[in-house]
T-cell receptor
Framework: DGGITQSPKYLFRKEGQNVTLSCEQN?????MYWYRQDPGQGLRLIYY???????QKGDIAEGYSVSREKKESFPLTVTSAQKNPTAFYLC????????????FGPGTRLLVL | GQQLNQSPQSMFIQEGEDVSMNCTSSSIFNTWLWYKQDPGEGPVLLIA?????ELTSNGRLTAQFGITRKDSFLNISASIPSDVGIYFCAGHHSGAGSYQLTFGKGTKLSVIP
């Protein structure tokens, strides 16, 4: 059953702590994306990766880091430099072709203690 | 980043009524996508449109790619309670190296039984 999985569903962060959100896809997609969703603000792009071992900053990359060591995995680290990390985080993937269609995972909600 | 103008922001309708929502942009897109998001879940792709003027249906849902390539609408016929959720439009421009989607802020649909 092909799809995108994100874990955990809920994550709690303490002050000064780095946390890592997992995103895995078995769709054989080349491109992967991380979005942040806040109430009333829609989806904002954090980072994206077009291919393994390559990634680019999106609109709100400050305080976040990513890696793309494997095609199927694109973990997002929320660092202590991100002062307002409470949000719903969505991972997506696409084939990377010119049509641009993206498919989303179920999301991770990050809360600050 | 750029945002699409999606309207209405929210709507309350009676079960059985038809629904219409739309997105407009100042830029031309090559792909229009419509997603539905349930509370606490990731967006699910409903309809993808790849050609100007294209009209595509998915069950009770119908979407059209505007002829100017700057707008799209989504209609839902004979609404039912499970149609409740937030509907997002997204546009993609297939320029060189362009992987990003531009999103609307969503239309929140409530269905009164």
């Amino acid at each position: 059953d092909g799809g995108i999985t994100q874990s955990p569903k809920y994550l709690f962060r303490k002050e000064g702590q780095n946390v890592t959100l997992s995103c895995e896809q078995n769709l054989n997609h080349d491109a992967m994306y991380w979005y942040r969703q806040d109430p009333g603000q829609g989806l904002r792009l954090i980072y994206y990766s077009q291919i393994v071992n390559d990634f680019q900053k999106g609109d709100i990359a400050e305080g976040y880091s990513v890696s793309r060591e494997k095609k199927e995995s694109f973990p997002l680290t929320v660092t202590s430099a991100q002062k307002n990390p409470t949000a719903f985080y969505l991972c997506a993937s696409s084939t990377g072709d010119s049509l641009g269609t993206q498919y989303f995972g179920p999301g991770t909600r990050l809360l600050v203690l | 980043g750029q945002q699409l103008n999606q309207s209405p922001q929210s709507m309350f309708i009676q079960e059985g009524e038809d629904v219409s929502m739309n997105c407009t942009s100042s830029s031309i897109f090559n792909t229009w996508l419509w997603y539905k998001q349930d509370p606490g879940e990731g967006p699910v792709l409903l309809i993808a449109l790849y050609k100007a003027g294209e009209l595509t249906s998915n069950g009770r849902l119908t979407a059209q790619f505007g002829i100017t390539r700057k707008d799209s609408f989504l209609n839902i016929s004979a609404s039912i309670p499970s149609d409740v959720g937030i509907y997002f439009c997204a546009g993609h421009h297939s320029g060189a190296g362009s992987y990003q989607l531009t999103f609307g802020k969503g239309t929140k649909l409530s269905v009164i039984p």
